[in-house]
């Protein structure tokens, strides 16, 4: 069995572990990537699209921010669409400040490149990952790669696996409180290389449905539709998809073949505490927003900010205020966000019959937001993202 040693054990190479493994190259501490899948998997899912000036910020922080500036698109705000009309939230004019359209595959593709770059380990194909010790003082990872048993010896080791990773169910279950709530729709996704609708972003609230038009470049479309959460994606060819696209957003749009179509899940959770002894949860692993907010990546950038200031200040100082602190200080903003993904999502589906009181709570929800500065200002400082 080959034995080696690290400072912080990584385990998952998606957003929050592999941006943390830079913030800790950054700051001088040692650590291991162990991640499940190769890297043409990992460099090839397509999820989130919209981040936040602090993610841009810790990205530029850890030098992995060349392309972003280059290709990224900074949007001053967003259209809210419904009734046949459309309504713009101005950031800059609201709240000063602006997001960034840009792919989190290219933010992994990024991140991973700039791993390999600094050559600190990271590991894929690591199968079996299992955590020991992690109550005790001298926690260990053992796993599997190219059919040999591997131990990874560690001072700390931090869960980034995701949703369906091994870390959150190592803790003890008599010691987690979990909060979750599934929505009884889900978003069908379509990808397809044709210039996007709009300039900005559109969340359009319709009785069909919801709607959404995103992108990934001035070449690049990204669309969603609310649709049944057990979708048959045969059921879906791209000319219905567009069709609905059409009726639901209101404004004409170049269509083409698509080049990726999924239909995900929309789930509210979370998992207290995001820490069981020297394991430490980020990112996904412990909570998950559905994607109307584009909270998810930025929340796994938060809980890095949090979680690398706190190692830092442990292997400089010796200090372990920060470490003791992480999971209240990163669950104080997981939880707003949270709570403005879930009200974005609540006023923008179709959840109800039209002529229902809830129904009409949502009309006077957008009707209000469109009329009240406070309001959208609200909206505004939640969707460039709250301060760390
Ligand atoms: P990730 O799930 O990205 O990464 C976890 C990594 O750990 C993966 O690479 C996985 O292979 C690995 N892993 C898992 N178990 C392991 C084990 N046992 N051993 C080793 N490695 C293991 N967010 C938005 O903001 N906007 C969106 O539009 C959006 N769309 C999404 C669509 C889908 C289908 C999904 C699933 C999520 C979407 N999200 C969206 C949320 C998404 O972007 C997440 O918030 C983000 O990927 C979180 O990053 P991580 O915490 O790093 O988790
Ligand atoms: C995306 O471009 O994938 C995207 C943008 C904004 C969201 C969700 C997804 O709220």
Known sequence: MAEIRTQVAIIGAGPAGLLLGQMLHVAGVDSVILERQDRTYVE???RAGVLEQGTVDMLHEVGVDAR???EGLVHDGVEI??????????????????????GQTEVTRDLIEARLAVGRPLVFEAADVAIHGADGDAPWLTYRKDDALHT???????GCDGYHGVSRQTIPRHLLRTYDRTYPFGWLGILADVPPASHELIYAAHERGFALASMRSPRRSRYYIQSRIDERLEEWPDERIWEELKLRLGVSMTTGPSIEKSVAPLRSFVSEPMRWGRLFLAGDAAHIVPPTGAKGLNLAASDVYYLSRAFRSRYRSGDDYLLDAYSSMALARVWKAERFSWWLTSMLHKFHDPDSFEARMQLAELEYLIG????????AENYVGLPY
Not at 82 to 91: I, S, T
Not at 372 to 379: D, G, Q, V
Request: charged letters at 35%; aromatic letters at 10%.
């Open 68 to 70: 972003l500036k280059r």
């Open 44 to 46: 090839n899912r397509i």
């Open 372 to 379: 009240s500065r406070a309001a959208r200002t609200a909206l």
């Open 152 to 158: 990874l010896r560690c001072d700390y080791v931090a």
């Open 81 to 102: 669409a419904f009734l046949g009309k459309r309504h713009r939230v101005d950031f800059r004019d609201l709240v000063g400040k602006t997001v960034t359209v840009y």
